[in-house]
């Protein structure tokens, strides 16, 4: 099982980008999706998270500018980012916890993208 983060990139401040995270490999059930990112210095925080039925949670900094989703027949996870600020410059990665095809139940994380919020 992989998980492929994509859609990072170099944005003005009020701007808009959408991160996705598409899964592979074989899979029974993807459970909670998660979204995290570390700024340069910082540690890594949880940006937004949601859950199979849809329930999601969001860090205060982002509350009203981003907004978390999924696809559960892709088992993918999406992060739309807008009124993006300076300081939501970060490596952005997913998580995603997994029951793979196998019986194996574990946490995977992708790769990570790059969101740089600058004039």
């Known amino acids: 099982v992989q998980l492929q983060a994509s859609g990072g990139g170099l944005v003005q401040p009020g701007g808009s980008l959408r991160l996705s995270c598409a899964t592979s490999?074989?899979?029974?059930?993807?459970?909670?999706m998660d979204w995290y990112r570390q700024a340069p210095g910082k540690q890594r925080e949880l940006v937004a998270t949601?859950?199979?039925?849809?329930?999601?949670n969001y860090a205060d900094s982002v509350k009203g500018r981003f907004t978390i989703s999924r696809d559960n027949a892709k088992h993918t996870v999406y992060l739309q980012m807008n009124s993006l600020k300076p300081e939501d410059t970060a490596v952005y990665y997913c998580?995603?916890?997994?029951?793979?095809?196998?019986?194996?139940?574990?946490?995977?994380w992708g790769q990570g993208t790059l969101v740089t919020v600058s004039s």
């Open positions: 490999g074989s899979i029974f059930k993807v459970n909670a």
């Open positions: 949601i859950t199979t039925g849809g329930s999601t």
């Open positions: 998580k995603a916890d997994i029951l793979s095809g196998i019986g194996v139940r574990r946490v995977y």
